[in-house]
């Protein structure tokens, strides 16, 4: 059972760390910048959940497997750019810059399944009376989920794509709340996987329909 959230943390970080180092890329950050957005990006949903659970240190400090992985994932990136897309970076061509959107959108999306799931798997490992405190653990999933990208967005100088388009934080606790029925009525390992695949599910076709929660257009 443990196999199955660790393979899932996995992925998750391999998905968070490409997203924020190509995020890095995006904002002309050099190789520093890369690996710690990249870094930032896969554990940091983590550490806000140990700290909101109290435990403390957090995990990753614990075990430095997940930042070790970030870190090469986000040198690989560096290098893969480098290498492919030296020529586009100067002036992207549309379909570049489509390519490059769709992988940081999908690797995103990928990340937030990953990490509501083990965020909730967590909770429950450390609070004694979750079955009365859905809240919480909806709460602790969608955190767990997000705070990497909130991290990513805010360091690289813009506000959280949470807050402003497509349907993020609403996708990951549509994914929380499922895992919680799923959970209880089916078993879990069916509400990890099914929970993980909602949630990128539902993130890819908000944006491939652009799908957005309504918002005031002042000033337009």
């Known amino acids: 059972m443990n196999d199955l959230i660790d393979v899932l943390d996995i992925i998750g970080v391999i998905a968070f760390a490409i997203s924020g180092a190509m995020t890095a890329i995006k904002k002309r950050m050099d190789l520093l910048g890369v690996c710690v957005l990249g870094i930032v990006t896969a554990v940091g949903g ?50 570049f810059v489509e390519i490059y959107e769709n992988i940081l959108m999908f690797s995103d999306a990928v990340g937030l399944g990953a990490f509501t799931v083990i965020g909730i798997d967590v909770a429950k490992k450390t609070v004694s009376d979750y079955n009365t405190n859905t809240f919480l653990l909806i709460f602790v999933g969608v955190i767990t989920g997000v705070g990497g990208g909130v991290l990513r967005d805010i360091m690289s100088g813009m506000i959280p794509y949470i807050f402003k388009k497509h349907i993020y934080a ?27 695949v909602l949630v990128v599910v539902v993130r890819v076709l908000a944006a491939h329909f652009e799908w957005n929660l309504p918002k005031i257009k002042y000033g337009e």
């Open 46 to 95: 983590g550490i806000t959940r140990d700290v909101l659970l109290g435990n403390t240190p957090p995990s990753v400090f614990k075990n430095p497997r997940d930042v070790s992985i970030a870190a090469v994932v986000s040198c690989l990136v560096f290098i893969f750019m480098i290498m492919n897309a030296s020529e586009h970076t100067k002036n992207p061509s549309e379909k």
């Open 170 to 196: 609403v996708a990951s606790a549509v994914g929380a709340g499922a895992y919680i029925v799923i959970d209880n009525y089916i078993g879990r390992n069916t509400a990890i996987v099914g929970c993980s």
